[in-house]
Each structure stands twice: as structure tokens, then as C-alpha cells.
């Protein structure tokens, strides 16, 4: 499978320009992140070659929009301090993620439930 990685280090070699198979990294991803009130204001983009253990990108702060490089080790959980604000920008793993954001959905649907049941037996 080939695909381009576009944009996600052009001060160090430009990979909008080469094509690499997804069998030459350990780890890719390009997320949105969120702010402390929740909101997605921030971004995330790096990539672990397959012989490297060092992360590599860049990130957009989501709380104070600063632009930074990323140049690390790679460990999991995955997180950078923004070199501005000090702000600490996880990257969870997809599968935590999306349980997360599951459970906040079906505890926001039981609430509307209860408000409902409540609004009924008030009429009642």
C-alpha cells in the first residue's frame, strides 16, 4: 500500500515528495485535539519510522494555539508539553478514546432520559 505523507516535517526532509509504504513506520496519526473546556481547537500530527523509536512532527496547541515541532521517544500513552504554555497534549490510544466518548454519549442520552421521566411525572 503507498501513500504520501504530506507536510509532517518540511524543515527536516520534504515528505510531500516521496512515497512511502505504511510497512515503514511503527506509528501514524494526524488528530484533532481538545482544549480543557472540550473543545477541539488543537492538532497533532506524527509518525515513528519502523527502525526509529523517535516520534517526529508537529502539534498546534489546543489551548494556547502555539505551533511546535515534535522530535521525542515514542512511548505509549503518547504526550507533548507545549514549549509555550506548558500545556500537556495526550494522545490516547484510538480504542480508549472512542470507549471514552461512548460512555459520555450514553451518560448524556440517560440524563435526557431522567429529565423526561421527571417533566412526565411532574404532569402527572
Do not use: H, W
Given at each position: 500500500?503507498?501513500?504520501?505523507?504530506?507536510?509532517?516535517?518540511?524543515?527536516?526532509?520534504?515528505?510531500?515528495?516521496?512515497?512511502?509504504?505504511?510497512?515503514?513506520?511503527?506509528?501514524?496519526s494526524?488528530?484533532?485535539?481538545?482544549?480543557?473546556?472540550?473543545?477541539?481547537?488543537?492538532?497533532?500530527?506524527?509518525?515513528?519510522?519502523?527502525?526509529?523509536?523517535?516520534?517526529?512532527?508537529?502539534?498546534?496547541?489546543?489551548?494556547?494555539?502555539?505551533e511546535?515541532?515534535?522530535?521525542?521517544?515514542?512511548?505509549?500513552?503518547?504526550?507533548?508539553?507545549?514549549?509555550?504554555?506548558?500545556?500537556?497534549?495526550?494522545?490516547?490510544?484510538?480504542?480508549?478514546?472512542?470507549?471514552?466518548?461512548?460512555?459520555?454519549?450514553?451518560?448524556?442520552?440517560?440524563?435526557?432520559?431522567?429529565?423526561?421521566?421527571?417533566?412526565l411525572?411532574?404532569?402527572?
Amino acid at each position: 500500500m503507498q501513500c504520501k505523507l504530506r507536510n509532517l516535517r518540511s524543515d527536516t526532509q520534504d515528505f510531500s515528495q516521496q512515497e512511502y509504504t505504511m510497512s515503514q513506520f511503527k506509528f501514524v496519526s494526524n488528530r484533532s485535539v481538545k482544549n480543557e473546556k472540550g473543545e477541539e481547537t488543537g492538532k497533532i500530527k506524527i509518525f515513528v519510522k519502523a527502525d526509529s523509536n523517535k516520534a517526529e512532527g508537529d502539534y498546534k496547541c489546543p489551548e494556547c494555539l502555539n505551533e511546535g515541532k515534535i522530535n521525542q521517544e515514542f512511548s505509549r500513552p503518547f504526550s507533548v508539553i507545549c514549549q509555550k504554555c506548558n500545556f500537556k497534549i495526550n494522545l490516547p490510544k484510538l480504542k480508549e478514546e472512542m470507549k471514552k466518548e461512548k460512555n459520555a454519549e450514553k451518560k448524556k442520552r440517560q440524563a435526557e432520559i431522567m429529565e423526561q421521566a421527571k417533566k412526565l411525572a411532574e404532569q402527572g
